[in-house]
Each structure stands twice: as C-alpha cells, then as structure tokens.
C-alpha cells in the first residue's frame, strides 16, 4: 500500500486545513490509519490516529479538540480536520497504516508500518 498525502498549506492562526491521506496501490481494509508530524527542530510525534472501523479514534493531547480524524472506505482516503491552528502545529505531517494497532504502540513510530511521504503545514502567528 502507497499513502499519498495532501492538503498542506499556509495558514494563519486560528485558521483551518483539512489534510487528506489516500490509498494507492491497495486499499485501507483492514488497517489501522493514523497522522504523525514533525516540527522544525523536533523529533516525530505521534497525532491522531483511526481504527479500520471507524469506531475508535485517539488524539494527542496537545491536538485535542481542534483535531478530527475521519476515514472514508469507500474512498480509501484518511482525513485530518484541523482547526483553530497555532503555530506549534507548523510541521510536516506523515500519513501512516498498519493492520491492528496495539493502543499503547500508537505514539510509536516504528510500529507504524506504512508511511507516506508528508505534506508541509505552516501557521503563521
């Protein structure tokens, strides 16, 4: 499975982006589907992350209530809202899948196995 990512931009604070994570090559049946971002300067960091049901999302708490992960199957597409954006959430965003996630493995990355190849996300204050 191919992620494609898109949907980065600039954006002032308090702004909103909806980032989009596509399926190529395969589909998302079945995996587990997730966003991790890396600021300038920072290390990799886990974001939001969505079973393959749907049913059941998980938030970093420094994205709580202003993000909303959503999945269409249908589509094979992941979409993260964002809104109300700070600066602290300048960074390239990853799209990552694997298949059935253990819930304390999620902030890890390299227990993600898929990886797309992330799209820039600027707030400007």
Known sequence: VQLQASGGGLVQAGGSLRLSCAASGGTFRGYDVG?????????????????WSARTT?????VKGRFTISRDNAKNTVYLQMNNL????????????????????LPTPSSWFYWGQGTQVTVSS
């Open 35 to 51: 966003w991790f971002r890396q600021g300038p300067g920072k290390e990799r960091e886990f974001t939001a992350a969505i079973r």
């Open 58 to 62: 998980h938030y970093a708490d420094s």
């Open 86 to 105: 700070e600066s602290d959430d300048t960074a390239v965003y990853y799209c990552v899948a694997t298949s059935r996630m253990i819930l304390s493995s």
